[in-house]
Structures are given as C-alpha cells and as structure tokens.
C-alpha cells in the first residue's frame, strides 16, 4: 500500500541571542526541543533549527536568518516535487517584503546589502510598495497540505521570522501548522503583526502580571487561518520559549528579573529609620507560591500548550 503519509518540512527559529543561553542539549529550548522531537514517528521530515538573531536591541540580523529559512524551505519543495513546481513563481525574496523605503536606504543595508536587489528607490525619491500576499497567490498555489506539511515554530523575534516566513510561502503553498512562543517584533524593518497563509495557529503569550518584558507588547496576533488558539502563561518573556533567570545575581544590566527568587520581606531606610515591608511577589501573594515556581509551572504549560496543539492536529511528537 502505497505511504498516504505527506512528508513533512520542519524549522524551527529560536529567540534573540539564543545561541548564547541554549544549553548544549537544547534542553532549556522550545523550539529545539519541538524540532529535535518531531523526528518520533514521523517520515520523510526534513529539519532544520536556526538560532535567533544576535543584535540584542534591534535584531537587524533577523533578516538573513529569515533567508536562510525561506531558502532552505523552497528548495526542499523542489527536491520533493520538481514536476509540481516546475516553472512556477519564486516566493518573495525576504528583502522584497521590508518596509523598503524606510530601513533599506539606512546605511546599514547599504553597507550589507547594497542595491543587489533593487530595492532602493530611484534618486527622485519614488516609493516601492512591498510585497503584499494577494488573493493570487492563495488562489494558484502549487501545493497543498495534503502533499506536504510545512511546519514552523517561533520564539520572540523567531516568532517574527516564523510569521513572515509562512508569508513568503504563500505564491507555493501553505503553512499546516504555526507554533508561537510569545512573538515580539522589536525589529525596525519586519511586520509581523497579520498572521495569513497558515491554517493553525497556536501562540503561547506571557501573562502580563509576570511583569516581564513589559516594553516588548506582542506581534502576530491578528490572523487570517483556519484556526486560532493563544493563551497566557505566569512565566517571563524567556520562560514561554524554555528558559528564565531565576537568581537574582545572574541577572544581566538588560536582563529579566520577573521570576528571580525573593526574599519575603526586604528593609527599607526612611526619614524616621528602618521600615520593614513585604518584599513577595504579588503572584506568590495570590497563589502562595515562590514565583519561580509560578515561572517554572508556566514555562511547563506554555510548551504543554503548543505541543498537545500541534499533536491535536495530527503532528508527530512525543
């Protein structure tokens, strides 16, 4: 009989500077462990796992990650299905979809990218429009998700290059299952707020009375898909994608202390003397918990949540 199994096209995007506090084993990881694991039970998976940009306060290196996964995407469809995508319509090279006529003229992309693409405006100041996904593209589609299943999963900025991924896809075929651990644009040049050419979604965010991260806001949170599922977690920005600071003293000047262990009480100098005050979390108030053991049970769950979704849906993991 013959395999009715389609094959599947994994990849993974992991969060800013993560190749510096991923542990060896990617166990402290997310997305990883999400690609790491989906070989269980599954055939003809093609994988890969790209560390997120580097450039802490930008992440101006979003951009060729985002190439390197769209690059690595097409041409496994074209290794599996050169009759079906022969001839057909390139997707958009990832320059093509920038606000291009705000960050492509920085010295930056100069410096990097030139004008090899021709996306500069012309000297008398004429505007390109990126590029947009039309009813064209979704209508002519050389594959759908019964020949092959792609699958891509993002934390924080990687949940950016994960969400305008799925967009370049769309002249080709269409995204079978999106995994979202809190996605944050933060990024100058990239969109990522409409989610389209996905038919599910899952999008694990933290809940904002962690008190994490609260200047990042979230990107990808409007949708046109089959299907979409988000839900709050009590953990930090770092903990949705598998790893929180939990000691104080390993906070860096720019990291996360919403889940570092407290004290009890702290004392405070004021004008008449010393003050005694209650020094506990308001989540250890609530649920008379240390809160990095609230952070660790919401870490556990964000990942439960998009896993248990993507098995929900047919997907292979354990």
């Not at 939990?246 to 000047?253: C, F, H, I, R, T």
Request: proline content about 5%; overall charge neutral; aromatic content about 10%.
């Amino acid at each position: 009989m013959a395999n009715t199994i389609p094959p599947y096209i994994v990849v993974g995007i992991d969060g800013t500077s993560s190749a510096s506090w991923r542990k060896p084993d990617g166990s402290n990881s997310h997305v990883y462990r999400f690609v790491h694991d989906f070989q269980y039970g599954a055939m003809g998976v093609d994988r890969l796992f790209l560390d997120g940009p580097s450039e802490v306060v930008q992440g101006r290196d979003s951009e060729p990650i985002l190439q390197k996964a769209l690059d690595f995407v097409t041409s496994r469809l074209r290794a599996l299905f050169p009759r079906q995508l022969a001839g057909t319509v390139q997707p958009a090279h990832a320059l093509e979809m920038f606000d291009v006529n705000s960050c492509v003229q920085s010295q930056y992309y100069r410096q990097y990218y030139g004008d090899e693409y021709s996306l500069l405006p012309a000297q008398q100041g004429a505007l390109r429009v990126p590029v947009q996904v039309n009813s064209a593209m979704l209508a002519h589609q050389s594959l759908s998700a019964d020949q092959v299943r792609v699958v891509i999963v993002g934390h924080s900025r990687g949940g950016l290059v994960a969400t305008l991924l799925a967009r370049m896809l769309s002249p080709i075929v269409r995204v079978y299952f999106l995994g979202l651990y809190d996605s944050v644009d933060r990024e100058p040049c990239l969109d990522g707020t409409l989610i389209e050419n996905v038919r599910i979604v899952f999008h694990a965010r933290r809940n904002p009375d962690v008190g994490s991260r609260w200047s990042f806001g979230n990107t990808s949170t409007q949708h046109r898909v089959d299907h979409y599922e988000e839900s709050y977690f009590y953990t930090s920005h770092g903990g949705i994608g598998g790893d929180f600071v939990a000691d104080a003293s390993k906070v860096s000047a720019f990291g996360d202390s919403s889940c570092t262990a407290r004290p009890d009480t702290r004392t405070v100098n004021t004008r008449g003397g010393t003050m005694v005050v209650d020094n506990r979390h308001p989540l250890t108030k609530r649920f008379g918990k240390p809160i990095e053991q609230i952070c660790a049970e919401g870490r556990d769950n964000a990942d439960a949540f998009i896993r248990n979704g993507a098995k929900r849906y047919g997907l292979p993991l354990p």
